[in-house]
């Protein structure tokens, strides 16, 4: 199903955005983990939608009601479930994207696939709202990784021409991602969120929208984790990163930057640091050679398109009357997604380590 992903670790999510809840199962986590739930509270608030300016006025408390797999506070080897209460729809805001399709959304696609039977309300299971679901997963996945040393943390490192400061590659620190890791709009830089913020309210006051990119970095991965070919460490965080609304772009380390490289640019030269361990002295690689962990952090960004649902006239098609048509766009959606979407992208980034640590792990 293509509601279901991993290996090691099986995620499945289910519901729609105007559903009575949406809900996720997360099957084969270690027993015996002790999971801090404020913690996990801290995570879903940064994502939920209606409390900032660049975001959605939907509001929802993003309360996760946990029906098993955890007794105690402590994972018991079940299957962790959990629902998230849908409580502010707002559905007939959506009754006539049945007919006419938004531009840049699935209504279209989804309804050629699924025989126009596909829940249209609020964007049904292609909304992000069920990215409430990968954050949960995340938060759980992220406290078992930091246990055993691995840190994850993500910033907007762009949205329109307002830019923030990258990370540094090689030297990127967990405390570093610590400091970015339960804000909401994470920055490095405290100017480029008012550049940032700045470019998403001229597109509001324009009825338009905005799109960004995300940099993600993990520190204290070991090397050597990962497969060649199709089981690599890009392919897994890949496919759970494209499982993210407006995800329209991925790379690793220098990414697309490497077509303008010679090889004596693009190597990252090894050498022993002063505890003996084979390290990179640039990390161009992002941290994975070959489908595997080098020890380096691993590094990645990803593209965040525009919110489809804008407040500008375009152009649709009826799908009843075989005709082009008109289209004007009511109801509550982001300006920009990108400062939502970066809990988003360490909550996917968790879960794929996760799945590939998984496996050399022991109860």
Same mark, same amino acid.
């Given at each position: ?147 055993? &040393?691995? @840190?994850? /943390?993500?910033?907007? =490192?762009?949205?329109? +021409?307002?830019?923030? $400061? %990258? ?123 070959? &489908?595997? @962990?080098? /020890?380096?952090?691993? =590094?990645?960004?990803? +593209?965040?398109?525009? $919110? %489809? ?55």
């Amino acid at each position: 199903m293509s509601s279901t992903w991993g290996e090691n670790i099986k995620l499945s999510v289910f519901g729609g955005s105007h559903t009575g809840a949406i809900g996720v199962v997360l099957d084969n986590l270690p027993p015996n983990q002790k999971i801090d739930l404020d913690a996990v509270r801290v995570q879903m608030a940064r994502r939920a939608p209606g409390k900032d300016k660049t975001a959605t006025t939907r509001a929802e408390a993003d309360e996760p009601q946990i029906l098993s797999g955890l007794l105690d506070g402590v994972t018991t080897g079940a299957p962790l479930a959990a629902i998230i209460a849908n409580t502010n729809t707002r559905s007939k805001d959506y009754s006539d994207l049945k007919v006419h399709p938004r531009p840049g959304h699935a209504d279209y696609t989804a309804a050629v696939r699924y025989d126009g039977a596909n829940d249209i309300r609020g964007g049904g299971h292609f909304s992000g709202r069920l990215t409430a679901c990968l954050v949960f997963a995340g938060a759980i996945c992220r406290q078992i990784l930091e246990k055993r &040393g691995v @840190t994850i /943390g993500a910033h907007a =490192l762009r949205v329109g +021409a307002a830019w923030d $400061t %990258p990370f540094d590659p090689v030297n990127v620190s967990a405390a570093e991602l610590n400091a970015l890791n339960t804000r909401f709009f994470a920055v490095q830089d405290a100017d480029a969120e008012q550049k940032m913020r700045d470019e998403i309210e001229c597109a509001r006051l324009q009825a338009d929208s905005i799109g960004g990119v995300i940099e993600c970095a993990a520190v204290g991965m070991p090397a050597g984790i990962g497969n060649p070919m199709f089981g690599g460490v890009e392919n897994v965080l890949a496919s759970i990163l494209y499982g993210i609304p407006a995800v329209k772009g991925v790379e690793f380390g220098a990414g697309f930057a490497v077509g303008e490289m010679r090889g004596s640019e693009n190597n990252d030269p090894f050498y022993y640091d002063e505890t003996g361990a084979v390290k990179t002295r640039t990390n161009n690689a992002g941290g994975i050679l070959g &489908g595997i @962990t080098t /020890g380096m952090p691993v =590094l990645f960004r990803i +593209a965040v398109k525009p $919110t %489809p649902s804008i407040g500008q006239p375009q152009q649709t098609v009826d799908l009843t009357a075989h005709r082009d048509a008109p289209l004007m766009i009511v109801g509550r959606h982001d300006p920009c997604i990108v400062p939502r979407a970066i809990p988003v992208a360490e909550a996917a980034a968790a879960i794929a380590l996760m799945d590939l640590l998984r496996g050399a792990w022991r109860d």
